[in-house]
């Protein structure tokens, strides 16, 4: 995909989410105006290292979406991947709340998933065959010529 579409602002929230959760584990325990904590309770040191983990996966998903070129088939399986993280983080996110509806950081990534989702299965590039990279490339050499 070019870049400045949806696949860049997903791989902008996967860094950026992933750089606070690895730097700094403990804003998970931090709510934000109407927006609740995303986990309550103590920030043991285990749950902490469990999110910096998370945040290192994060942070490689920043990379691969900002780089890779979805055509309609890597595009569909990064839609699967998205649409199963994204139905993680709201199973995860009702679960805490006893399957009720509190609002958490949770569903800001369910909600970043399932877009980025639905943008790589359904506005992909083409698949480009050898002849028509061959038909752009003597195009391009005609128009500069």
């Not at 870049?3 to 750089?19: E, K, R």
């Not at 909600?111 to 002849?131: E, I, K, R, Y």
Request: charged share 10%; net charge positive; aromatic share 12%.
């Amino acid at each position: 995909m070019p870049h400045g579409d949806l696949s860049d602002s997903a791989a902008s929230f996967c860094a950026l989410t992933g750089l606070v959760s690895l730097f700094y584990p403990q804003s998970w325990f931090l709510g934000l105006g109407p927006v609740q904590p995303m986990l309550d309770g103590d920030a043991t040191p285990a749950m902490l290292s469990l999110i910096q983990v998370i945040g290192g996966l994060l942070l490689l998903l920043g990379p691969v979406f900002f780089v890779v070129r979805w055509n309609t088939l890597n595009g569909k399986a990064a839609m699967l991947g998205c649409l199963i993280a994204s139905a993680t983080f709201a199973a995860v996110g009702l679960r805490l709340d006893s399957w009720t509806f509190v609002p958490r950081g949770w569903y800001l990534f369910t909600s970043a998933f399932f877009v980025s989702g639905m943008h790589f299965g359904f506005n992909a590039n083409p698949m480009l065959t050898s002849a028509m990279l061959l038909e752009k490339e003597k195009a391009k050499a005609a128009k500069k010529a």
